[in-house]
């Protein structure tokens, strides 16, 4: 049971579980804690914080208090709810952590060690905000400017790793790290030319070279402080990294790279690829895992997918499989950040073709939860480029017997083909040319 208290009931032993004010005032990196001595309760107080909430299935109860006083959500008359409430929450999250990152990577670029409680409290803040909601917060950071870009793509490759930890299934404290190291992972920055970061064309040989030395020299900052995990450090170190052994700066490859460098690898691209940048402008979150897909040998193959059903975003062209057993090709949904439309076309169970349905993904609807990838070859399709051409077409121009004879094998022709959406944006621009 969670109870409000006021301090002069605290006592050693008590499990508190919220602090009433800013999560900035108090003295303790998480809101969430065990009282382990009367000197805690000392730093509340000094504080100035006169009441907290503390549950007593966690930590003891209070001895004093002749009548508990039970937590209930207050009644606000026209106060926002769910998703409209958590966006509310995300801005203030976003508009508060942009502050505190700019100071401490500000604090690095003078020398000054980090403090290491003050980025752990941000992780703590950004992790209950996209545990309440993973898509409040992460729509809300990838729409930032130019000038805070360094600061909120460390907030938002945090929230990305945080989310993509939890979807894996680690234990909270591994997520606390990886979200950490999510938050830091670009300190180096801070010792590499501004207009070189910011310059709106291509990098120099020289000024790549110059560019590619910020994991090191963020790892430099890293070991000036103390209390960062060892996680952090080695994703600072090789977020750069790629599966086949061509990043930087030791050509890892393969298992090579630890799980978390590799999860860091993909939030960084995708949030860099999501965002407006000196020499870019932001793609759609569709757009960005559609290029991603297709630029074989740089991520992890298996966590990409993953990732894609962290953030509910799949790209182009892919073909999955839906709990209800059923096979759907993802549809292009323009630049807007809508959910993923996707064109449902064969049955699994039957083993047969169906009339193709176009549906939205939903989290209310466990049936239509994407449960894996699949290859169309696998379950019969002859020809599937030309398959794939015609099913992500407009819906009214679809042809029944056109799909038939592509899956059976008997020859046909398409009039017309419709490429990638974002095909000719990728072949403009690739990964090697600006991820810095």
């Known amino acids: 049971m969670q109870r409000r208290v006021p301090l002069s009931l605290l006592r050693p032993g008590m499990f508190v579980h919220g602090i009433e004010g800013s999560w ?59 998703i409209t409430a958590e966006r509310e929450r995300a801005a203030d999250i976003v508009a508060r952590t942009r502050e505190i990152i700019r100071g401490v990577f500000e604090g690095a670029r003078l020398g000054k060690a980090i403090d290491s409680d003050q980025v752990a409290a941000v992780v703590d803040e950004i992790s209950e905000s996209v545990q309440r909601n993973a898509y409040a917060l992460i729509g809300m950071v990838r729409f930032k400017s130019k000038d805070d870009y360094s600061y909120l793509h460390s907030v938002a490759v945090c929230a990305l790793m945080v989310n993509f930890a939890r979807h894996l299934g680690l234990p909270d404290d591994n997520v606390r790290e990886f979200g950490l190291a999510g938050l830091v992972h670009d300190i180096g920055k801070m010792d590499v030319p501004s207009e070189i970061l910011n310059k709106p064309g291509r990098l120099t040989d020289e000024e790549f070279a110059i560019a590619r030395l910020h994991p090191e020299r963020g790892c430099a900052i890293l070991d000036r402080a103390d209390a960062i995990p060892a996680t952090a450090i080695d994703v600072c170190r090789h977020h750069h990294e790629k599966i086949d052994g061509t990043g930087y700066p030791f050509g890892l490859k393969g298992g090579e790279i630890s799980l978390a460098a590799r999860m ?18 932001a793609w759609s979150p569709i757009e960005a895992v559609t290029a991603m897909h297709g630029w074989n040998g740089q991520f992890d193959r298996d966590l990409l997918f993953t990732f894609y059903q962290s953030i509910a975003v799949f790209p182009v062209g892919m073909v999955v499989r839906l709990r209800s057993q059923r096979l759907a090709i993802v549809l292009s949904n323009g630049r807007r950040a809508s959910r993923p439309r996707l064109r449902v076309f064969y049955d699994t169970a039957a083993n047969s073709l169906v009339d193709p349905r176009d549906i939205i993904l939903t989290d209310d609807d466990a049936c239509k939860t994407v ?66």
């Not at 860091?264 to 402008?281: E, P």
Request: glycine letters at 4%; hydrophobic letters at 45%; charged letters at 30%.
């Open 371 to 436: 449960i894996r990838a699949e290859d169309a070859v696998d379950w019969g399709a002859h020809d599937w480029p030309a398959l794939c051409a015609h099913l992500l077409q407009e819906s009214d121009k679809l042809d029944r017997e056109v799909i038939a004879r592509l899956w059976s094998g008997v020859e046909a022709t398409i009039a017309e083909t419709v490429e990638m959406p974002v095909s000719d944006r990728v072949s403009r621009w690739r990964p090697s040319e600006r991820l810095d």
């Open 264 to 281: 860091g690898a993909i939030c960084d691209v995708y949030d860099a690829l999501t965002s407006d940048r000196a020499y870019k402008d």
């Open 24 to 82: 900035l005032s108090h003295p303790f990196w998480r809101r969430r804690f065990l009282l382990r001595s009367d000197s805690d309760i000392a730093a509340l107080r000094d504080a100035g914080i006169a009441f907290v909430t503390i549950d007593t299935a966690r930590g003891l109860a209070p001895i004093d208090e002749p009548e508990p006083i039970i937590i209930t959500e207050p009644v606000v008359a026209n106060a926002p709810t769910g």
